[in-house]
């Protein structure tokens, strides 16, 4: 999983090859794009004279992979980022503790959002209702209750805990950065250039049905870097069969401009939605997809600018979602169409 020579992670090294080794653009990235190439130079620096292995942000990347990999707290990330400091020469770029390291690696611009669900799947606080304290279906409250004092004066004060959580992974800034970078900027057009041999389907892109898009959606695909994306969703129990029960719903994203050897793999699989358990969520999914459904909605509908470093060009991305992939049980619950008995 790492390299020898460079000891990258694989995500660092998609991430480097975004400046590319040299940068005379036709025209300037736009205000986003701009600030994540001058992250990349700043953070490319050797973590000290001499060093040929690392760079500031490849260390500090590397640090919080074998604190994820081994599950390590926060209280041995900071003493052993102490410890390396004092085997190092003194003026290093090694993290210095676990805050310094998220804050760079935050400049990747790769956000997520934790966002409070009703413990009933009811409903999720977010949107226009993310200043409610309350489920507007069920009434249950959003936060723990804590009672604090003793004897006859107890107190109760309302925390910021939430029952339950969900995780949303945005997918717009993920597609803009397979623009940004060198290693794949040109790949993201391979479904428009590549010919089907010897009349077999090969890739989605030859089949009835991505042509019959492209000739219902003129506008949209005229435009061949805008993004076709497939969508995936299942459930898994992360504790094993052994161990507590608990149901956990990933929804996956995935662009298939992409070649067939590139758009299956895990790097290329954009985690968006983490629905959370115990239980499962059944028919109800549909209320934690709402982020989801309505950032397509605006990929659909308004243009993204979006800088494409293979032609040294801004242009306006759009995005549609082509088709969903799921078993049956799945099947229902996104769809909503019967997968058993009567329909």
């Known amino acids: 999983m790492v390299s020898d020579n460079m000891n990258h992670t694989t995500y660092h090294r998609m991430v480097c090859d975004a400046a590319g080794s040299e940068f005379n653009q036709d025209e300037e990235p736009n205000a986003k794009a701009r600030n994540f190439y001058d992250m990349i130079r700043a953070g490319d620096k050797p973590v000290y004279e001499g060093n040929s292995k690392h760079t500031q942000l490849s260390a500090d990347v590397r640090m919080l992979e074998i604190k994820c990999r081994h599950r390590c707290l926060q209280a041995w990330f900071d003493d052993m980022s102490n410890f390396i400091q004092e085997l190092l020469p003194q003026d290093n770029l090694m993290p210095l503790d676990f805050y310094s390291t998220k804050k760079l690696v935050r400049g990747l611009g790769l956000p997520v959002q934790v966002?409070?669900?009703c413990v009933n799947n009811c409903m999720i606080y977010w949107g226009d209702d993310s200043d409610l304290n309350s489920c507007k279906k069920c009434g249950l409250a959003q936060c723990k209750q804590k009672v604090r004092g003793s004897g006859n004066r107890l107190s109760i004060r309302k925390l910021k805990v939430s029952y339950k959580k969900m995780h949303y992974f945005p997918i717009t800034p993920r597609l803009q950065r397979?623009?940004?970078s060198t290693a794949t900027a040109n790949e993201m057009r391979w479904h428009s250039e590549h010919h089907?041999?010897?009349?077999?389907?090969?890739?989605?892109s030859d089949a009835p049905a991505w042509k019959h898009f492209d000739g219902c959606f003129l506008d949209f695909s005229s435009e061949v870097r805008n993004v076709r994306l497939g969508l995936?969703?299942?459930?898994?129990?992360p504790f094993g069969q052994s161990g507590q029960q608990y149901s956990l719903w990933p929804v996956v994203v995935a662009p298939y401009n992409l070649p067939l050897d590139l758009c299956t793999k895990e790097e290329f699989m954009f985690l968006t939605v983490l629905v959370p358990g115990p239980t499962n969520p059944k028919g109800k999914i549909d209320v934690f997809l709402q982020p989801l459904i309505t950032e397509l909605k605006s990929l659909w509908g308004v243009r993204v600018q979006t800088y494409d470093i293979s032609k040294r060009k801004n242009f306006q991305m759009r995005a549609a979602l082509m088709w969903t992939i799921n078993d049956f049980p799945a099947y229902f619950m996104m769809s909503r169409w019967s997968t058993a008995g009567m329909i």
């Open 232 to 237: 995936f969703a299942d459930g898994f129990q």
């Open 178 to 180: 397979l623009y940004a």
């Open 115 to 117: 966002i409070h669900c």
């Open 196 to 204: 089907m041999e010897d009349g077999k389907m090969c890739h989605p």
